[in-house]
């Protein structure tokens, strides 16, 4: 299977996981609330949100090491890129099982880090750089896209702190979509 296919099949089971963590999620909210008009108000909803932190922020963290490896793959030889981010990985999941929001808050950080390198350098390496398409506003948009991911999650995580950053990386992961959508196909008036 191609590394285009795999990468795909992953994000989609990542999805399909995470999914399946929010439904469980929005039952289980529905069932412990009915009991209590003031459950959001008391421990238990406390111990209720840190739980589906634990379920859901592992799975954020394995959708972003997925996007992380889809461009810069383009960019790195797959080989290092698999050896960086397994020496991530041998980082953070021990750091999980200490502080599942400081693995998150790394995990995303490099991912973070990796798209901001690829979008640096896609101005000068137009060309040579390998995407599924050929206008350079769609590669723009994808860039732009894929590194708004990790920003945003980690503008949800330090909302209360930071909450600019939450709204910057929306902004740009937007502005991505729109690229993506609407750029077109021929690059006219869009010189390098």
């Known amino acids: 299977m191609s590394g285009e296919r795999s990468l795909t099949l ?7 996981a995470l999914g399946v963590v929010c439904l469980y999620g929005i039952f289980l909210y529905a069932w412990m609330s009915s009991g209590s008009k003031y459950f ?13 932190d634990r379920f859901a922020l592992p ?3 394995a959708f972003l090491v997925v996007l ?24 953070s999941l021990p750091l999980y099982l ?12 490099f991912a973070l880090v990796l798209q ?11 060309e040579e750089m390998r995407f599924m398409f050929q206008s350079r506003r769609k590669k723009l948009g994808s860039a732009l896209t894929h590194l708004g991911v990790p ?12 909450p600019a950053l939450f709204w910057a990386a929306s902004v740009v992961m937007c502005a991505g979509i729109l690229l993506l959508f609407y750029g077109g196909d021929d690059d006219t008036g869009w010189s390098g």
């Not at 959001?40 to 589906?52: D, E, G, K, N, V």
């Not at 461009?71 to 960086?84: A, C, K």
């Not at 200490?98 to 995990?107: E, K, S």
């Not at 920003?151 to 930071?162: E, K, P």
């Open 10 to 16: 992953a994000a989609v089971a990542v999805l399909a």
């Open 40 to 52: 959001t108000y008391s421990p238990a909803y406390l111990s209720f949100s840190q739980r589906m």
């Open 59 to 61: 799975l954020a963290a």
């Open 68 to 91: 992380a490896l889809c461009i810069p793959r383009r960019v790195v030889r797959e080989r290092y890129l698999m050896r960086l981010w397994g020496v991530i990985l041998v980082v």
């Open 98 to 109: 200490l502080d599942y929001r400081a693995a998150a808050v790394l995990t995303a950080s």
């Open 116 to 126: 901001l390198l690829v979008v640096l350098m896609l101005p000068f390496r137009w």
């Open 151 to 162: 920003a945003v999650l980690l503008g949800a995580l330090s909302f209360q702190v930071f």
